[in-house]
């Protein structure tokens, strides 16, 4: 899935995450809206440098940056970086983000990811947001989280995870009212199950999974399958677009219909 448009002509992004997944796709699919440049942020300097060279390859203009979005250090270091590639920048994808493993029950060991899951997050989106203001706030942008179906759900097993999505909605609020006077809007999207490496890169055979996620039938939706990251990627691009020039401080769910609705088969 990808578009001819020209929302993003003349514009430059920071994507974290940008190594994989929707952050990945969203690079791609920004790029083919024409996009003038692109930093591509993350922990994993070869995934990242993958992307750099497709969209080098297509004549795009990009830059790797790497960064611990957990480690205030590290994110304070991407933004003086940023700087030295780009005076000016007009989107912030923040989709580098960890799941919470097997430890999300109270009465289980929850405090063991505890750290991990809400440094990258929560306060990892909202350090990078931070760190690249200073580049935005002279002529306005768009910022779009991640945060997940699960931020609006209660789930067994997922207490750490979900709570530091929800973490992320009510920020994306927050984040809004606060930027709202430097013409920044911020929002979120709240995704399904979606087939990324996310749910595929440990598994033993990572390329097998991946194929099974695809085309598997799924009961967590009513569309009865799982997203494709480049279907997640396409509502960022909108909410990052001047598309959505009069849309902040809100979620859009790109979920398959799950999020509010009975997802049993009737
Ligand atoms: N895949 C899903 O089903 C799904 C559903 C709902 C929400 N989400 C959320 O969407 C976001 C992106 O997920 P994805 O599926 O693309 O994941 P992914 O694992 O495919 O990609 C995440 C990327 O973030 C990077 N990253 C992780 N921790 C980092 C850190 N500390 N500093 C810098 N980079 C880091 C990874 O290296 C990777 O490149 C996450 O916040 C995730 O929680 C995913």
Known sequence: MSSNCSRYQGKTALITGGAAGFG??????????????????DRDLEGATVEY????????NAHVIVCDVSDPASVAKMGDEAATKTDRLDVLVNSA??????????????????????????R?????????????????GAI????????FRGRPGALVYDASK????????????????????????APGWAATEFHFAKAPDS???????????????IM???????????????LASDDASFVTGTTLFIDGGRVGLDTRRT
């Open 24 to 41: 990945r796709a969203t690079v791609h699919r920004l790029v083919d809206e024409g996009l003038e440049t692109v930093l591509i942020v």
């Open 53 to 60: 060279e497709k969209v080098k390859q297509r004549g795009g």
């Open 97 to 122: 983000g960890i799941g919470g493993g097997g430890a999300g029950r109270l009465e289980g060991d929850f405090e063991s990811t505890w750290d991990d899951v809400m440094n990258i997050n929560l």
């Open 124 to 140: 990892g989106t909202l350090l990078a947001a931070k760190a690249v203001l200073p580049l935005m706030k002279e002529h306005g």
């Open 144 to 151: 779009v989280n991640i945060s997940s179906d699960g931020a």
């Open 166 to 189: 929800a973490g992320v909605v009510q920020a994306t609020k927050s984040m809004a009212c606060d930027l709202v006077k430097y013409g920044i809007r911020v929002n979120n999207v």
């Open 207 to 221: 390329e097998a999974r991946k194929k099974e996620l695809l085309e598997m039938e799924s009961d967590t939706c």
């Open 224 to 238: 009865r399958r799982l997203a494709r990251p480049e279907e997640i990627a396409a509502g960022i691009a909108y």
